[in-house]
């Protein structure tokens, strides 16, 4: 069955280094998106992808994130300096249709020291 | 924004027991979404609810969408430890969002 996968699935870095988390999302797929999941809270929203721009973006995602579809098959979430809060597991996902059933990876957990 | 409103917050039963989780939206309901989270790990996707008054079950997990409630229920019959985790309910927003709802951490006692 195809599957979203995600790489690293862990990483470890300095505050303000810049960290780049991999997302493949299943090949017919036309909507992408990331989620972050804060230890112990909620999963929150914080952009989607379409027609290789952003189509919608949280109050999280700030101008310390950016998202690229830099090859046609992968689907990056770029932070640029990370904050201690930033650790959190990142969820990326994909869907065929707008309602379509979302489909996510295995998360890539990060660790911000 | 849309929210969605779990509950409860955690359940613990023993093994072999019935439990309900409910999902409560604060806007209108088109389509709601039931995932779980083993501890630490991705999102599987369990079902999808999209026509008021749905009904669908899936091995021991029924869920259920009652649209004029604005809200959702989610069944498992006779739990094993390996419904252990936490349910998210889902829903699709405004323009390309998806809101996940505030889970329910599920502990089945052996």
């Known amino acids: 069955e195809p599957e979203v996968t995600q790489t690293p699935s862990h990483q470890v870095t300095q505050m303000g280094q810049e960290v780049i988390l991999r997302c493949v999302p299943i090949?017919?797929?036309?909507?992408f998106y990331w989620y972050r999941q804060i230890l112990g809270q909620k999963v929150e929203f914080l952009v989607s992808f379409y027609n290789n721009e952003i189509s919608e973006k949280s109050e999280i995602f700030d101008d310390q994130f950016s998202v690229e579809r830099p090859d046609g098959s992968n689907f990056t979430l770029k932070i640029r300096s990370t904050k201690l809060e930033d650790s959190a597991m990142y969820f990326c996902a994909s869907t065929e249709s707008r309602s379509g059933e979302l489909f996510f990876g295995e998360g890539s957990r990060l660790t911000v020291l | 924004s849309q929210e969605l409103e779990q509950s409860p917050q955690s359940l613990i039963v023993q093994e072999g027991k019935n439990l309900t989780i409910n999902c409560t939206s604060s806007?209108?309901?088109?389509?709601l979404y039931w995932y779980k989270q083993k501890y630490g790990e991705g999102l599987i996707f369990l079902m999808m609810l999209q026509k008021g008054g749905e009904e669908k079950s899936h091995e021991k997990i029924t869920a259920k969408l009652d649209e004029k409630k604005q809200q959702s229920s989610l069944h498992i019959t006779a739990s094993q430890p390996s419904h252990a985790g936490i349910y998210l309910c889902g829903a699709d927003g405004i323009g390309n969002q998806f809101y996940f709802g505030t889970g329910t951490s599920l502990t089945v006692i052996p």
């Open positions: 090949s017919n797929h036309l909507y």
């Open positions: 806007k209108t309901l088109y389509g």
